[in-house]
């Protein structure tokens, strides 16, 4: 059975940094796609970072591009979400999600790309 449990949120004043952990059980590797969605009160579920487990390729939400970095840890089977610089408009619940890139060329910023979700962690950051 795939699972993904997120860890590492917090309150932080803007300008500090946190460090995301996802860590993933019951995965076949080939071809997943690893992503972090964020999603704020009263909005809808927001792309921000994703990697592919076997090329290590990454993709970024713009408004995130310079200040948070996703990488995959083989060792731990996890993949983590590095963020520095932190705005108050970076506040909100962050999922670690898992799904399935036949090719890199898909679109990787969309919820329906991922069919596993972890339970989130909430990001807070004071101004």
């Known amino acids: 059975q795939v699972q993904l449990t997120e860890s590492g949120g917090g309150l932080v004043q803007a300008g500090a940094s946190l460090r995301l952990s996802c860590t993933l059980s019951?995965?076949?590797?080939?071809?997943?796609?690893l992503g972090w969605f964020r999603q704020a009160p009263g909005k809808e579920r927001e792309f921000v970072a994703a990697i592919t487990w076997t090329s290590g390729k990454t993709w970024y939400n713009e408004s995130v591009k310079g200040r948070f970095t996703i990488s995959r840890d083989n060792d731990k089977t996890a993949i983590d979400l590095q963020m520095d610089r932190l705005k108050p408009e970076d506040t909100a619940v962050y999922y670690c999600?898992?799904?399935?890139?036949?090719?890199?060329?898909?679109?990787?910023?969309?919820?329906?790309?991922?069919?596993?979700w972890g339970q989130g962690t909430q990001v807070t950051v004071s101004s």
């Open positions: 019951g995965f076949v590797f080939t071809k997943h796609l």
């Open positions: 999600a898992a799904g399935y890139l036949p090719r890199e060329d898909m679109n990787v910023m969309t919820t329906k790309r991922y069919d596993t």
